[in-house]
Structure formats: C-alpha cells, structure tokens
C-alpha cells in the first residue's frame, strides 16, 4: 500500500526524464569565444627591437640609438660595436683609415678550424675587416684621430693587422700633432698569429711611447661603467692562485678606488668629458 501511495504522490523517474532530457555533449550550445579587445601594436611589436642584457626590456633600436644605447629601464651600457661607437662619437669623420691591411696566415694555423676559416666568419658575422677600426675625424673644434675595438670579431684579439692599423693611427696622430683616442676592449692577443701577435705589444707600447715624448695627448677608454679590465681573466687567476675572488673584482669602479683608471664616466657623459679634458691638453679653447 505505502509503496503505491508514494508512487501516486511523486512521479516516477522516467517521467521526468521525458520531459527535460539534458542534452548530449554534442547537441549543447558552444560558450561563445568572447571576442579579445583589439589594442594598437606597442612600437617593440612593430619596429626592430633589442632586449637589454641587464633587465630584459625589449627597447626599439631607434630609442636605443637615440639614447647612446644605454637602456632607458636600468641605465645598463648596452655593447656597441666599434664601427656604431666611431660613427656615435664624430662630429664628422674625414676618413677611414688602414683599410689596406689585411689578415694572412703567416704560420698556417689551425685548431678546430683553419685560421683563414675563423677569419671569414668573423668578417661575415661583423661586417668589418679586422677587429680595430680607426678613423680621423672633427669632435667639436677639435680633429682627432680615434680607434675602437669590435670585441664580436675574435674577441677583439691582436693580430698583426689590429698592430698594423693601431701604430698607423698614432703616427698620424703624431704627424699632425692632434690626440689619439682609443676604445679598447680586446680579449687580448690572437694565438693564431703566435709569435706575431705578440710582437704587437712592443709595437703599439712603441708608438705610445712616441706620442708621450712628443706631448700628443693618447686617451684610453676602457669602453663603460662596471667594464671588465685586467689582463687575466677572473677564472684564469682563480684557477692559478686557488682562491675564489668576489665581484667586483676587474670592475671598473673597484679599479677606480685603487687608483688604475682615472674616471668612470656614464656614456651621456662621456663625449663631453673627453672633449674637455683633450682640449684642455691641447690648449684648445673649450
Ligand atoms: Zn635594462
């Protein structure tokens, strides 16, 4: 009886079911994609961009260039290649200068690869020659001869064409009695070149030597801010002298303190600062 009163009272499953079936996953509606609010593109979606190695923000060329590739984020000196710091730091440039010396291979060298090999790919991966560029030109009232390093053409290494182009650069200085500037980051001398390379060091430390006894005024940049500079690298020393050194050792500001280089200059200040202290060597008014 209780089984029939309650199956009066309340409607049997299947009814239901017959009357508000869900449908099947295939007959249900799609949500509709709601569709994403379009916004203009940023210049960094639309123009060539570099990423600061520092902090990572991608920044146009053109503001890069704008801003002596320095980031506009986190003031980090971002590399410049030798050709993009000459064209940066003239006024006006009368003329390029040894381009007439060229890379042989005075002692057929060859470790993984054969060093006219390793020549070609960095003359293709940088566009240039050789790893020092050097140019004559005007900075403000003053004429100048000014050389700089492109560290992306084998480390910026001394072989006997950089030797070549660097003494050619100081006796043109010393001719005309006008300063030399030089924008150095090189990872030192070239093992291909051997002996050659070597041979170098006494030939530019020559020419200096020439410029100092004639009173021409020779400027050394040693390129920026928290620069590495030393003539062993970090790991090389740690390795010899079996002690972990702690940053910032070899940096610019630690080299500073003890008295190896005289100033460090942010870059935005760096053109000025040159052009004050050369003309103030020369005698030139400012
Ligand atoms: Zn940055």
């Not at 500037?181 to 030597?209: D, K, N, P, Y």
């Amino acid at each position: 009886m209780n089984n029939t009163a309650s199956s009066n009272n309340t409607p049997a499953p299947e009814t239901l079911n017959t009357t508000s079936t869900p449908p099947t996953w295939l007959e249900r509606d799609i949500a509709k994609v709601k569709p994403q609010p379009s916004h203009p593109l940023t210049a960094v979606e639309t123009e060539p961009s570099s990423q600061c190695s520092s902090c990572h923000t991608v920044i146009t060329n053109t503001a890069l260039n704008f801003n002596s590739y320095v980031c506009p984020h986190c003031d980090h000196h971002l590399t410049m290649t030798a050709r993009d710091r000459l064209n940066w730091f003239f006024d006006s440039i009368e003329q390029e200068l040894g381009q007439e010396f060229n890379s042989t291979d005075p002692l057929g060298f060859v470790d993984s690869k054969p060093y006219p090999t390793r020549l070609q790919q960095a003359q293709d991966k940088t566009e240039e020659t050789e790893a020092l560029v050097s140019m004559i030109g005007q900075l403000k009232n003053l004429q100048l001869v000014a050389c700089a390093f492109d560290f992306r053409f084998m480390g910026g290494s001394m072989g006997s064409v950089v030797g070549d182009r660097f003494v050619q650069a100081g006796e043109l200085a010393l001719d005309k009695g006008i300063p030399l500037v030089c924008f150095a980051a090189s990872g030192g001398a070239r093992m291909q070149e051997g002996l050659l390379s070597l041979m170098q060091m006494a030939r530019t430390g020559a020419i200096i030597e020439r410029l100092k006894q004639a009173g021409v005024p020779y400027l050394v940049v040693l390129t920026e801010p928290k620069a590495m500079i030393g003539f062993a690298g970090k790991r090389v020393i740690e390795q010899t002298v079996r002690e972990t050194l702690e940053e910032p050792f070899q940096r610019a500001e630690f080299l500073l303190e003890h008295g190896v280089i005289d100033q460090v200059v942010h870059r935005h200040q760096l053109i000025d600062t040159i052009h004050r202290i050369l003309a103030k060597l020369t005698r030139v008014n400012l």
